[in-house]
């Protein structure tokens, strides 16, 4: 039995070699120095072996930001212009009858707040293409806002 458990850690021990290193390090030398009894305690996969996936920009991550910008452009443009027309505002944090500034004070700050949750929040736990999905799904919110609001008659 020891002898077959032994094959198994040398046989594991040179797959995670020829694939991962920590710092200056390899698995295999983790490996041979938990083997020859100079390291006391066992080492944790997990956090010996992680990965950091590279979240820099990518060119459909630049492509989807820029139009969740001109979705929430657009559907400030489109509820000045509402307003203008004499429609009620139905979003209950500008009120009925918002200034041009407080719609386009809260669109900034609500851009900048999901700018940083998608950031910090979202890129480190599930990668990149979580930015895709967060701003794929902004742009489709705020340009079908834009849609319905040049959609409405109102005086």
Not at 39 to 58: A, G, H, I, M, N
Not at 65 to 86: E, H
Not at 117 to 131: A, D, F, H, Y
Request: glycine letters at 10%; proline letters at 3%; one cysteine or more.
């Amino acid at each position: 039995m020891k002898i077959k458990t032994t094959i198994i850690t040398l046989m594991t021990t040179m797959l995670l070699a020829t694939t991962l290193t920590v710092g200056s390090v390899s698995a295999e030398s983790n490996a041979l120095l938990a083997m020859n009894g100079t390291v006391s305690t066992p080492v944790d996969p997990l956090t010996v072996y992680s990965y950091k996936e590279d979240t820099s920009w990518t060119l459909w991550n630049k492509g989807l930001f820029a139009s969740y910008v001109g979705g929430q452009l657009a559907d400030t443009i489109s509820t000045a212009d509402a307003l203008d027309r004499g429609c009620v505002e139905s979003n209950p944090i500008l009120g009925d009858d918002p200034s041009t500034g407080m719609v386009v004070a809260v669109k900034v700050v609500s851009g900048v707040v999901i700018y940083y949750l998608v950031e910090k929040v979202l890129v480190p736990k599930w990668g990149t293409n979580s930015r895709n999905w967060a701003y794929g799904l902004g742009t489709i919110l705020y340009s079908g806002i834009a849609v319905h609001n040049y959609g409405l008659e109102c005086n």
